[in-house]
């Protein structure tokens, strides 16, 4: 068995880039999956061309929490008050520095 496991489906590496930084911010390794596929953009069919995250099986369900108010999607997008990156209402750290957003201004 495969000590990395499949831990979210992106729809393309941009959207893979965004969220294996979130990981790693956190200290979880993530491994990409599918990405080389994207230059035969155009050849293949859009759902093939999907980036696949992969995670050690010990960091599971530590992925699972960082990436569950993502997946419901979230409030406004927000700029962090540490290093001033724009970052996705749906991230609760800073992609860019890993500060936590504030909840009372976003």
Request: hydrophobic share 35%; proline share 4%; aromatic share 6%.
């Amino acid at each position: 068995m495969s000590e990395w496991i499949p831990v979210y489906q992106a729809a393309n590496s941009l959207e893979a880039h965004t969220l294996k930084g979130s990981l790693e911010v956190s200290g979880i390794r993530v491994q990409l999956q599918g990405e080389a596929l994207s230059g035969a953009l155009g050849e293949l069919p859009a759902n093939a061309v999907e980036v696949t995250l992969l995670v050690r099986a010990r960091d599971l369900e530590q992925a699972q929490l960082i990436l569950e108010p993502y997946r419901r999607g979230a409030g406004p997008a927000w700029y962090c008050q540490r290093c001033g990156e724009h970052n996705a209402g749906s991230f609760e750290t800073c992609w860019q520095c890993g500060h936590e957003a504030d909840t009372t201004e976003q």
